[in-house]
C-alpha cells in the first residue's frame, strides 16, 4: 500500500474550559469525531487520540489548557498527518509522519490563550483505497478499546495477506495481516516457498495407482507433489482416481470367434492373396475391444483392412477396434503381396479383452472382465487372444509364349511391347517375342536434362536451405538478446531493493526496532543477495548461448569450426585454404567483414596494419558494437593503459 496523506484539522473554539485539573480523556475528545473521504463521512480505526497533557497559563491557578496529545496509526503502511489548529481565529499547522503502528506527538505549547482547547475534532482523510465508506451522516458513536475484530479467511492481494476487519460500528474495513518474502508466494491466504524443483503434477488432479488413489496437492516446499495413497475397499474399483462400486464379481465373458469367409490366392509378382474372415462377439454381455498383429513371411509383405501394411518380415499392428455386445461381428480382409510362388503361412493373432461400461463421476468408464472373473480398468491385465494360423498359395506369374493373361477383364496378347494387369506392367520374357519387342536406344540428350535438372534443383534446396536456417537463427538471436535484457532489468531491480532493504535495516537500528522485525530484514536481503547471484549466473550462460549461436552461420564454411585457443580467443579450427594450418582469427575476420571493408574510406591503412580490440576486454564478446578498428599504435597504448 501507498503512503496515505491525512488531513487532520482540529477545529478548536475560543470558549476556555476551567478546570481544577486535566480532565481531557480519549473518549471525552474524540466523542464528536468524525471522519470524511470525499466529502463522505466515514469510520475506522486508522488514527487514534490518547495521552493528553494539560497546562496552567501563567498567572491562572485554575485555567487548564490542553498542551499536547498522542496521535496513534493503527494503520499496516506510513500515514503522513497535517495538524491544522484554529486558536483564536489564527491558522496554525504541524506536519508529523507517523510509522505502522506508530505514533507521534502534537505539542502546542503556550501559556496564554493560543494554546490548544477542548473542542470538536475533525478527520478528513483523502481517499485511501482499502476504505468502505459509511452511509451514515452523523458521527459514530465511541468504540471501545480494540476497535473491532477480523472476520471471513485471509486472502491474497499482490505478495501480501489481508483479512476483512469488522468495526464496533458494523462498518467493514480491511487489514494487512502479514508481507511474503521474495521467496514466498502469497496462495490462498497463505505464503508459501516458491517451488525450486520441478512440480510432479498438475494441481488438484487425481489418479489411480493399482487399486489406490492418490491427489495432486501442495507440498511444504511449494512443489505440487502426489499425496500418499489410499488404499479403496476390496467392494470398490479404483477408477480415475476415486473410489467407484465393482461391477458383480464372478463375472465371465465368452470368447469371440474367427469364421474364415473365403480365401483367394495370389500370382507371384502380380497379384495379391487375401484372407476373408469376420470376428463374431457371442457374448450378450460384454463388449470387446481389440487390435491385430501378424508376423509376415520373410518373403512377404501383409496388410489388411485396419490398417497399412507393415515391411517384409516385420510385425504388422493394426489400429484398435471395438464391437458392440453380442450379437455382433466384424469382416476383416488380410492381403499378403509375394515375389515368390508356393505357400505363405500367415501367423496372426486377434488380442482383445472383454469389458463392460460403467459410469464414474457421470463419465462412462471401462471395467475389464479377467479370466478369474475380477474387474480392471487396465485393459494389459485382462488380455487375451485369437489366433489365426493359415496358408495361402501364390501362384506362378506365366510367360508370354504361355497364351493370354486375364485379370478384372484386362485382356493383353502374350507378344505386344507389355502385358498389363491391374497391379503390375511385364516385359515379354521368351524368344518368340523379342521380334515385335522394339529395340531400345538411350535418349543421350532427354538424360543431360533430367541430370542438369537435378543440379538445378539441388542447387536451389540448399539455397533456400541456408537461406531459411539463417533467418531462424537471426530470431533465435533476438530471442536470446531480449531474454539478456530481460535478465539485466531483474538483476538492476534486485540489487535496488537490497540497497533499499540495506539503508532500511540502518534506519531500524538507530531507532532501536523490535529484533524479530530486524531480522525479517536480514532474511529479505540474504534471499535477495542469493537470487541475484542466481540471476547473474543464468546471465552468463544466456551470453555463452548467444555467443554460439551468433557463430553458427559460420560453420563448415571458415575452417569448419570455431575454437577457443590458447590465448582465449576464438578461431577458426583450419585454415580453408591450407588443411594443415590454423585458421584466422574469428574477430578479426568479423570485423574485417562488417566494418573495416563497408567502410574502407574510414580506414586509409591496409588491412594488416590494423588491430581488432575488445572494448570490454571480453575476449569472446565479438558483438559488433563491441569491437572497434584501431592501429598498432593505439592499440599497444590502449593494452598499457589496461595494465
Not at 71 to 82: E, G, H
Not at 110 to 127: D, L, P, Q, W
Not at 424 to 433: E, G, H, I, Y
Amino acid at each position: 500500500m501507498k503512503k496515505t496523506p491525512l488531513y487532520l484539522i482540529l477545529l478548536l473554539a475560543l470558549p476556555a474550559v476551567l478546570a481544577q485539573e486535566c480532565q481531557y480523556s480519549e473518549p471525552d475528545v474524540t466523542k464528536d469525531i468524525t471522519f470524511y473521504e470525499n466529502g463522505m463521512p466515514l469510520s475506522y480505526d486508522a488514527l487514534t487520540l490518547s495521552d493528553f497533557k494539560c497546562h496552567n497559563p501563567t498567572g491562572s491557578k485554575t485555567l487548564s489548557l490542553l498542551h499536547s496529545f498522542r496521535v496513534n496509526n493503527n494503520y499496516y503502511s506510513k500515514i503522513d498527518v497535517t495538524v491544522t489548529f484554529i486558536n483564536s481565529g489564527v491558522a496554525d499547522s504541524q506536519y508529523i509522519s507517523i510509522d505502522p503502528q506508530g505514533y507521534q506527538t502534537v505539542t502546542r505549547p503556550g501559556t496564554n490563550e493560543n494554546s490548544i482547547k477542548k473542542s470538536t475534532i475533525n478527520f478528513v482523510i483523502n481517499s485511501p483505497a482499502q476504505l468502505t465508506t459509511s452511509n451514515s451522516n452523523e458521527p459514530h458513536p465511541t468504540c471501545t478499546t480494540g476497535g473491532g475484530e477480523f472476520i471471513g479467511a485471509p486472502y491474497c492481494q499482490g505478495n501480501e495477506i489481508y483479512q476483512a476487519w469488522k468495526l464496533c460500528t458494523g462498518d467493514i474495513s480491511q487489514k494487512i495481516i502479514k508481507r511474503c518474502t521474495n521467496r514466498q508466494k502469497c496462495v490462498d491466504g497463505q505464503c508459501v516457498v516458491s517451488c525450486s524443483d520441478k512440480h510432479e503434477c498438475e494441481p488438484g488432479i487425481k489418479t489411480c495407482e493399482g487399486n489406490s488413489h492418490k491427489t495432486c496437492t501442495l507440498a511444504e516446499d511449494g512443489c505440487y507433489r502426489w499425496s500418499i495413497k489410499t488404499e479403496c475397499l476390496p467392494s470398490e474399483l479404483c477408477v480415475e482416481g476415486t473410489c467407484q462400486p465393482k461391477i458383480s464379481s464372478g463375472t465371465t465373458a465368452n470368447a469371440p470367434s474367427i469364421q474364415i469367409k473365403r480365401t483367394n490366392p495370389g500370382i507371384a509378382g502380380v497379384k495379391p492373396a487375401e484372407i476373408i474372415f469376420d470376428v463374431v462377439n457371442t457374448d450378450l454381455n460384454a463388449k470387446v475391444e481389440g487390435f491385430l498383429l501378424c508376423k509376415s513371411p520373410d518373403d512377404a509383405t501383409i496388410s489388411s483392412s485396419l490398417g497399412i501394411g507393415s515391411g517384409s518380415g516385420a510385425q504388422y499392428f493394426s489400429p484398435k477396434f471395438t464391437m458392440d455386445q453380442g450379437p455382433s461381428q466384424k469382416s476383416i480382409t488380410l492381403t499378403l503381396e509375394s515375389s515368390r510362388p508356393g505357400d505363405r503361412r500367415v501367423d496372426c493373432s486377434i488380442k482383445y479383452a472383454p469389458y463392460k461400461e460403467q459410469t464414474a463421476n457421470a463419465e462412462p468408464i471401462r471395467a475389464y472382465f479377467k479370466t478369474d472373473g475380477t474387474i480392471t480398468t487396465k485393459i494389459e491385465d485382462a488380455a487375451r487372444e485369437l489366433r489365426l494360423d493359415k496358408t495361402v498359395a501364390f501362384e506362378k506369374a506365366p510367360l508370354c509364349g504361355n497364351g493370354i493373361i486375364e485379370e478384372d477383364e484386362t485382356t493383353t496378347t502374350c507378344c505386344e511391347d507389355t502385358i498389363n494387369t491391374n497391379y503390375f506392367t511385364l516385359r515379354p520374357l521368351v524368344d518368340s517375342c523379342k521380334d515385335n519387342v522394339p529395340a531400345q536406344t538411350l535418349n543421350l540428350p532427354l538424360i543431360a536434362l533430367v541430370i542438369i535438372g537435378i543440379l538445378l534443383a539441388l542447387k536451389y534446396a540448399t539455397s533456400f536451405g541456408d537461406k531459411r536456417r539463417h533467418q531462424e537463427s537471426l530470431r533465435r538471436q533476438a530471442e536470446a538478446d531480449k531474454h539478456i535484457k530481460k535478465l539485466e532489468l531483474e538483476i538492476k531491480k534486485a540489487e535496488k531493493h537490497v540497497e533499499l532493504d540495506k539503508k532500511l535495516l540502518e534506519k531500524l537500528k538507530t531507532e532501536h526496532a523490535a529484533r524479530e522485525e530486524l531480522e525479517l530484514i536480514k532474511e529479505r536481503i540474504k534471499e535477495s543477495t542469493a537470487e541475484i547471484a542466481t540471476l547473474h549466473t543464468t546471465h552468463a550462460q544466456e551470453r555463452e548461448k548467444l555467443e554460439k549461436e551468433r557463430l553458427t552461420p559460420f560453420l563448415n564454411k571458415q575452417g569448419h569450426r570455431v575454437i577457443i585457443n590458447e590465448d582465449g580467443y576464438q578461431q577458426f579450427a583450419k585454415n580453408i585454404l591450407y588443411p594443415h594450418k590454423q585458421g584466422k582469427l574469428f574477430h578479426r575476420w568479423y570485423a574485417k567483414k562488417h566494418i573495416y571493408t563497408p567502410n574502407r574510406d574510414k580506414y586509409p591503412l591496409p588491412w594488416e596494419e590494423y588491430d581488432v580490440d575488445h572494448k570490454d576486454g571480453n575476449k569472446r564478446n565479438n558483438d559488433l558494437s563491441n569491437l572497434q578498428i584501431l592501429t598498432r599504435e593505439e592499440h599497444k597504448r590502449k593494452h598499457n593503459l589496461r595494465q
